[in-house]
């Protein structure tokens, strides 16, 4: 059982536009949505998190949209740039425990 | 650089062989991770060492065999593995007191299996 799914697989985008990575979730307990970004060769990085209790934490270009109700939380990357392209991962965790992981999405930006 | 550092960064090797991959975390941190990484699939927690304790997914192969002689360091042992074992395995570490979901991944190590 797949407790995030995320979408799209990959993604392509230009300089300067907006990339937006969607996941959604099946517990409601789930407490905790971190994004990671892992490039080539390297182990995933946290990236950006969230906590339910907001619907939304901007840190510089990095900004993610969560929708308690629907049970989705999204990233968006403004301004994108070839430095951006990367594999992204959604999760979520309850409490302080282990994340599930989405199944990632390949992103490139072409300049 | 996270801290947390694999061993080897590739390997290949025969479905006879015995193999080991090692970790080894610099942040302090008390708890340790293995994590299988597939093309097209989530991240698979395989074993956990938290404050000591083992917790493993009951799903992993026994050909797989942890051991975590301290805090700082983990192993992987590999043993009569299979093709579909290719893949990508990831070290991670994260401090108990701050929560398990907080965690720091290490580069991975490439596994090859012939």
């Known amino acids: 059982q797949q407790q995030v799914k995320q979408s799209p697989q990959s993604l392509i985008v230009q300089k300067g536009g907006i990339s937006i990575i969607n996941c959604a979730y099946e517990?409601?307990?789930?407490?905790?949505f971190p994004w990671y970004q892992q490039f080539p060769g390297k182990g995933p990085a946290l990236l950006i998190a969230?906590?339910?209790?907001?619907s939304e934490k901007k840190e510089g270009r990095f900004t993610i949209s969560f929708n308690k109700s629907a049970k989705q939380f999204s990233l968006h990357i403004m301004d994108s740039q070839p430095g951006d392209s990367a594999t992204y991962f959604c999760?979520?965790?309850?409490?302080?425990?282990?994340?599930?992981f989405g199944r990632g999405t390949s992103l490139i930006v072409h300049p | 650089e996270t801290g947390v550092t694999q061993t080897p960064r590739h390997l290949v090797m025969g479905m006879t062989n015995k193999k080991s991959l090692k970790c080894e975390q610099h942040?302090?941190?008390?708890?340790m991770y293995w994590y299988k990484q597939s093309a097209k699939k989530p991240l698979e927690l395989m074993f956990v060492?938290?404050?000591?304790?083992?917790?493993e997914n009951n799903s992993v192969p026994s050909r797989f065999s942890p051991e975590c002689p301290n805090s700082s360091h983990l192993f992987l042992h590999l043993h009569t593995l299979q093709p579909e074992d290719s893949a990508l395995y990831l070290c991670?570490?994260?401090?108990?007191?701050?929560?398990?979901?907080?965690?720091?991944f290490g580069p991975g190590t490439r596994l090859t299996v012939t």
């Open positions: 517990n409601t307990a789930f407490d905790y």
């Open positions: 060492y938290s404050l000591e304790e083992r917790v």
């Open positions: 991670a570490s994260s401090q108990e007191s701050r929560g398990l979901h907080e965690q720091y």
């Open positions: 969230i906590r339910p209790d907001v």
């Open positions: 942040l302090g941190h008390n708890a």
């Open positions: 999760a979520a965790s309850l409490g302080s425990y282990i994340p599930t």
